[in-house]
């Protein structure tokens, strides 16, 4: 049973870093197109960044290009999105998502989330 779990948000100052954690079991990471999506509340999704199967490409969207880092530990099958210079505007549930099919890319930027697997999502609140 594929399953991803988040983990890893909470309160941060402005300025501050995090480092998100995304736990995947049920398949192995290095097999399928991995995302990272955040929603802010009363907006739409933002795909942040994603990750190809062999590591090898990667790329993030401009809004946190820059400040945000993308990572894996392929013994734990976990993924990371670290984000520092943190701003208020970074306010959101984030989420790591899975392309449904191994070795194919068919998620990035899609509007809703009926493709693939997600996570439960992690709340990270940035405020002084």
């Known amino acids: 049973q594929v399953q991803l779990v988040e983990s890893g948000g909470g309160l941060v100052q402005p300025g501050g870093s995090l480092k998100l954690s995304c736990a995947a079991s049920?398949?192995?990471?290095?097999?399928?197109?991995m995302y990272w999506v955040r929603q802010a509340p009363g907006k739409g999704l933002e795909w942040l960044s994603y990750?190809?199967?062999?590591?090898?490409?990667?790329s993030y969207t401009d809004s946190v290009k820059g400040r945000a880092t993308m990572s894996r530990d392929i013994t734990k099958n976990t993924l990371y999105l670290q984000i520092t210079d943190l701003k208020s505007e970074d306010t959101a549930v984030y989420y790591c998502?899975?392309?449904?099919?191994?070795?194919?890319?068919?998620?990035?930027?899609?509007?809703?989330?009926?493709?693939?697997?997600w996570g439960q999502g992690t709340h990270v609140v940035v405020s002084s």
């Open positions: 998502a899975k392309d449904p099919r191994p070795n194919i890319s068919t998620m990035w930027r899609r509007e809703t989330r009926d493709r693939g697997s």
């Open positions: 049920g398949f192995a990471i290095t097999e399928y197109w």
């Open positions: 990750i190809s199967p062999t590591g090898g490409t990667e």
